[in-house]
C-alpha cells in the first residue's frame, strides 16, 4: 500500500504569487492535516479536513486555505505569498478525525518564496 | 496555549551507547507520539502511546507514558549511526485532530 503521497516535492515561487500544493492520504484514511515546519522548529498545525470538512484551523491567516475531496486528498492553497512562507509543508493521514489514531506524513512539499 | 518540551535540545554521543530524552507539558495528554526525522523528510511514527504508565518498545526503541499523562520519554539502547536524526514528541489536545509537537531533539551518533 502506498503510504502518503505528496506534490510537487520542491518548488520555487515569487512574493506574490500563490501556490497549490496537494496530498493523498493512505487508502482507506478518510483525515488529512496540513502542517507548516520551519527549519528548526517542529511542525504547526495548519488545517484538518474530514469527510471534506474542516475540523480545525490552526493560527495561520486567511491566505491559506485548504479543501478536501471525494477521494479524500487534499490540496492546501497560499495567496500572495510572503517570504515568510518559506517552510516544509507536511500533509499528515489519519484513519479518524479525533481521539487515539495515529498520524502518518508524507514526505513534505519544500516551498522556497524568493 | 499546549506546549510540549522537548529535553535535551541536542545530544552527541558514542555508537553503542544508550539514548533518553524525554517530554514534558503543562496539561495533560491522552496520547503521546514520538516521531523521527531525517533531514528534508516527513516524520516517520517510531511509537504511539495510548495509556498512563503504558511502556512500549518497538526494536531498540522504548517509550513510556508518564503516570501524570504530562510527560513521556523515549529510550534508544546501543545506538549506531542510522539512529541520527531529530526526534519529535507529539500529542493532540483533548478532542481534536491535530498534532502539537515538541520542538525536537537533534540525535548525532559519532561511529
Known amino acids: 500500500d502506498a503510504g502518503v503521497t505528496q506534490s510537487p516535492t520542491h518548488l520555487i515561487k515569487t512574493r506574490g504569487q500563490h501556490v497549490t500544493l496537494r496530498c493523498s492520504p493512505i487508502?482507506?484514511?478518510?483525515?488529512v492535516s496540513w502542517y507548516q515546519q520551519v527549519l528548526g522548529q517542529g511542525p504547526q498545525f495548519i488545517f484538518q479536513?474530514?469527510?471534506?470538512?474542516?475540523?480545525g484551523r490552526g493560527n495561520f491567516p486567511d491566505r491559506f486555505s485548504a479543501r478536501q475531496f471525494p477521494n479524500y486528498s487534499s490540496e492546501l492553497n497560499v495567496n500572495a505569498l510572503l517570504l515568510g512562507d518559506s517552510a516544509l509543508y507536511l500533509c499528515?493521514?489519519?484513519?479518524?478525525?479525533?481521539?487515539?489514531?495515529?498520524?502518518?506524513f508524507g514526505q513534505g512539499t519544500r516551498l522556497t518564496v524568493v | 496555549g499546549q506546549q510540549l518540551n522537548q529535553s535535551p535540545q541536542s545530544m552527541f554521543i558514542q555508537e553503542g551507547e544508550d539514548v533518553s530524552m524525554n517530554c514534558t507539558s503543562s496539561?495533560?495528554?491522552?496520547?503521546w507520539l514520538w516521531y523521527k526525522q531525517d533531514p528534508g523528510e516527513g516524520p516517520v511514527l517510531l511509537i504511539a502511546?495510548?495509556?498512563?504508565?503504558e511502556l512500549t518498545s518497538n526494536g531498540r526503541l522504548t517509550a513510556q507514558f508518564g503516570i501524570t499523562r504530562k510527560d513521556s520519554f523515549l529510550n534508544i539502547s546501543a545506538s549506531i549511526p542510522s539512529d541520527v536524526g531529530i526526534y519529535f514528541c507529539?500529542?493532540?489536545?483533548?478532542?481534536?485532530?491535530?498534532?502539537?509537537f515538541g520542538q525536537g531533539t537533534t540525535l548525532q551518533v559519532k561511529p
Open positions: 499528515a493521514s489519519t484513519l479518524r478525525s479525533a481521539g487515539n489514531t495515529e498520524a502518518f
Open positions: 487508502s482507506g484514511h478518510k483525515s
Open positions: 479536513y474530514y469527510e471534506k470538512e474542516e475540523r
Open positions: 496539561s495533560i495528554f491522552n496520547t
Open positions: 502511546l495510548y495509556k498512563a504508565g
Open positions: 507529539a500529542g493532540p489536545p483533548s478532542n481534536t485532530g491535530k498534532l502539537i
